[in-house]
């Protein structure tokens, strides 16, 4: 069975400062992995993939994560953060031994306040 | 990216009564997700549909619910007597073969009274 597990409810941080929201992961084997963003009253938005290639991925907002295989985690990453980066982040895990649906789950999500 | 919309936004229905939610994909898809956020709880997958049939479900994904698209376009979720614990937000999300990523439409609220 997969599991995502995201060890901090919740991450403060100053603008302008760097931010990290950490999750690690459980699978049977290789991982597809996932950082999505729900601001208040909205759905799940798309940030980033790691798929296979680089471990540092680049996505939306100029968030980066860099997955680590041996420690098993994936954590999400800005340079400097911003308020407007205020929301609720979720990881998510797909096991590509899964593959009759390829169903994503979740980690409990980590939610991130940025002050000014 | 693909869009997705979803109807209703919010629903309010008395316990035992049935409801549809609705996934209206913008552009045509293959795979399609229903997932439920209970209030201050995960993301849990539901169930997923391909080639117009269930390809995995989950234990929440007993027989009060059921997944259709029956005219090509919407995809449904139907719970056929709501409870309590049936109040949540219902996500769906789909996927096709461009992507890995699944998107996300906004959300249906169910609270069930």
């Known amino acids: 069975a997969q599991s995502v597990a995201q060890p901090e409810d919740q991450v403060n941080v100053a603008e302008g400062n760097p931010l990290t929201v950490k999750c690690t992961y459980s699978?049977?084997?290789?991982?597809?992995l996932f950082w999505y963003v729900q601001y208040p009253n909205r759905g799940l938005q798309f940030l980033l993939k790691?798929?296979?290639?680089?471990?540092l991925v680049k996505g939306s907002y100029g968030f980066e994560a860099e997955f680590n295989k041996s420690q098993t985690s994936f954590h999400l990453k800005k340079p400097s953060a911003l308020v407007s980066d205020s929301a609720l982040y979720f990881c998510?895990?797909?096991?590509?031994?899964?593959?009759?649906?390829?169903?994503?789950?979740f980690g409990g999500g980590t939610r991130l306040m940025v002050k000014p | 990216e693909p869009e997705v919309t979803q109807t209703p936004s919010h629903q309010v229905t008395q316990m035992g009564q049935e409801v549809i939610l609705r996934c209206v994909p913008i552009?045509?898809?293959?795979?399609f997700y229903w997932y439920r956020q209970i209030l201050g709880q995960k993301v849990e997958f539901l169930v997923s549909?391909?080639?117009?049939?269930?390809?995995?479900k989950s234990e929440i994904f007993d027989d009060q619910f059921s997944v259709e698209r029956p005219d090509g376009s919407n995809f449904t979720l139907k719970i056929r007597s709501t409870k309590l614990e049936d109040s949540a937000m219902y996500f769906c999300?789909?996927?096709?073969?461009?992507?890995?990523?699944?998107?996300f439409g906004p959300g249906t609220r169910l609270t069930v009274l």
């Open positions: 549909f391909y080639n117009n049939e269930i390809s995995e």
């Open positions: 699978v049977s084997g290789n991982p597809y």
């Open positions: 790691y798929i296979t290639g680089d471990n």
């Open positions: 999300a789909l996927r096709d073969y461009s992507y890995n990523e699944q998107f």
């Open positions: 552009s045509n898809h293959l795979y």
């Open positions: 998510a895990v797909r096991d590509l031994r899964n593959n009759a649906g390829n169903m994503l789950t």
